[in-house]
Structures are given as C-alpha cells and as structure tokens.
C-alpha cells in the first residue's frame, strides 16, 4: 500500500511540473497582461499535435520543444493581432483562435484523433533517460526543463522588455506615456504565454507517449487553477518568486485531482472534478485571501 501511494505521489508531481508549464503561461496572460486568453485551450493540443507529428517523422524530441513553443508563439502573436489590429475584445480575440486552432490542430495530424509513440524515441525514453535511475528518470527530466524554463523567464523579466510587459498589464496608459506601443508589448506577451503553453502540450504528449486530439480541453482551467493555488497558498511567502508560487500550484493541484481519483472518483468524471476544484478554489481564494482584507 505504501509503495502504492508512492508512485500515486511521484506520477501526481511528475503531471504536476508538465502543467506548472502550462501555468507559467497563465500566468503572463492573466497575472502580468490582465488578458484572459482562451486561445490557450488550441495552443496546448497544437503542441502536442506538432510534436506527435514531427516525432513520428524522426524529428529530435528535444527540437520538438523548441518546434512546439515557436508554433505557439506565432498564434499568440495571431491573437494579439486580432486584438490590437482589428479592435477585437481580448475574450474573443481567445474565443476565435481557439476555434481556428481545433482545425489547424485536426489537419496537422492528418484528420487523425490520436498518434501512439510507444514505439517513437521521446525525452523520455532517449539517451539522457538512460543515464538515470529507470524509476527516477522521468521526474529528473522534467525537473530539469521546468528549471530551465523557469530561469530562462526570470532572467527575462529583469529585462527592459520584461519590465515593460509587467508594466503594461497593470498600467497601459503609463506604457503610452512614455512612447512604447503598448499593442506590440501585449502581442509578445501573447505571443510568449502561447510559447509556453505549447511546450507544456509538447511535454505532455512525450510524457504519456500519445497525443489524442481532446487533450487540450479544459487546459486553460487547469493551468489558471495552479497559478490561483500559487499565489494564494504562498502569497505570504515574500522570498519566493511568482514562478516558483505557480510551479508549486501546477503540483499542488495535480495532486488534488490524483487523491480525488485515489478515493474511487469515477475517471469518467475528470472533468467535472476539474471544474468543481476549480470553483472551490476561486470560492476560497475570494472568501479567504481577499475577505479578509475587504473586512479589515
């Protein structure tokens, strides 16, 4: 039984640290830019689809990741076009791209439903798994690509450029002020949280050596329910950065949906669990966190 309960464990974080990628995207879009970006739901399955296709063609599965994040920067920057250049409201500037990426997504896999890669060299299963502990390897893997991504984002918000982007999700006019086009900063913004967003689908559909077509359902959800439980379980926690908050949250809410499924949730009902913790979590954090400062 512990043993069990172990590799239930170990399985939960390793899905964990996959979405808290996804996360780190939510997390520009929604907490940096004040955009809420339903395109996310079509950049997730793009980069798995992406990455499925070029890895059956004998694609390296580690150019996959750059390959997926490229792809999702392009139709970020596509949203933010549709925003900034034709005055389309940013929810539905989401809503259409999103829909135009369900048909990319079908043509990319050829109007197939779902790739197998069982058979398919992935990060996974390649020469840098070999070098690791069988039992392990999986969790080091992605260990190490979310701490690289994560300190390759740091990094950029020290920038000029990432300093503005923050600047321009919590006072637009103050960017206008100072004369940077602030549409150009929104559509990098874009273009970055899609990246990001991409590379999670990349990572998902090595990690579970398949891609099937419905996995990006509910991810805009999912990677917006880790960056709540981020910020508001650690919003106390003044050393540790605003990444390092949603990777934990990405864990942390993985390892909820794994314990409800533990206590006999019907697996069938993953959805509606996912949407049922996502409204507890949204309860939680407006009658807790802020109920009290709107009290006081």
């Given at each position: 039984?512990?043993?069990?309960?172990?590799?239930?464990?170990?399985?939960?974080?390793?899905?964990?640290?996959?979405?808290?990628?996804?996360?780190?995207?939510?997390?520009?879009?929604?907490s940096v830019l004040n955009f809420p970006d339903l395109s996310v739901d079509g950049t997730f399955p793009m980069g798995g689809a992406i990455t499925a296709v070029c890895i059956v063609a004998g694609v390296n599965p580690w150019l996959c990741l750059f390959i997926a994040f490229a792809l999702g920067a392009a139709a970020g920057c596509v949203t933010g076009l549709i925003h900034v250049k034709l005055k389309v409201t940013n929810l539905l500037s989401g809503i259409l791209m999103m829909t135009a990426l369900y048909s990319v997504n079908l043509a990319v896999i050829a109007k197939r439903s779902n790739i197998a890669l069982f058979t398919n060299r992935t990060i996974f299963n390649g020469q840098l798994a070999k070098l690791l502990p069988a039992k392990f390897s999986k969790l080091v893997i992605l260990i190490l690509?979310?701490?690289?991504?994560?300190?390759?984002?740091?990094?950029?918000?020290?920038?000029?450029?990432?300093?503005?982007?923050?600047?321009?999700?919590?006072?637009?006019q103050l960017v206008k002020s100072v004369n940077v086009d602030s549409g150009k900063v929104k559509m990098l913004g874009l273009a970055l949280a899609n990246g990001l967003v991409a590379t999670s689908?990349?990572?998902?559909?090595?990690?579970?050596?398949?891609?099937?077509?419905?996995?990006?359902?509910?991810?805009?959800?999912?990677?917006?329910?880790?960056?709540?439980?981020?910020?508001?379980?650690?919003?106390?926690?003044?050393?540790?950065?605003?990444?390092?908050?949603?990777?934990?949250?990405?864990?942390?809410?993985?390892?909820?949906?794994?314990?409800?499924?533990?206590?006999?949730?019907?697996?069938?009902?993953?959805?509606?669990?996912?949407?049922?913790?996502?409204?507890?979590?949204?309860?939680?954090?407006?009658?807790?966190?802020?109920?009290?400062?709107?009290?006081?």
């Open positions: 039984m512990g043993l069990h309960l172990l590799n239930i464990f170990q399985g939960a974080v390793e899905m964990g640290l996959v979405y808290a990628v996804l996360a780190l995207g939510l997390y520009i879009s929604y690509c979310v701490a690289v991504i994560k300190l390759l984002f740091d990094l950029y918000m020290k920038t000029k450029s990432g300093m503005i982007l923050r600047a321009c999700g919590a006072n637009e689908g990349s990572l998902f559909c090595q990690y579970n050596m398949n891609f099937d077509l419905s996995t990006g359902t509910g991810s805009m959800v999912i990677g917006l329910a880790s960056v709540i439980i981020g910020l508001s379980i650690l919003r106390k926690v003044k050393f540790a950065k605003d990444t390092s908050k949603v990777i934990v949250g990405g864990i942390v809410y993985y390892l909820c949906i794994s314990i409800a499924l533990y206590l006999g949730l019907d697996p069938r009902l993953l959805k509606l669990i996912t949407a049922s913790l996502f409204l507890l979590i949204l309860i939680v954090n407006t009658k807790i966190f802020r109920g009290g400062k709107e009290d006081a």
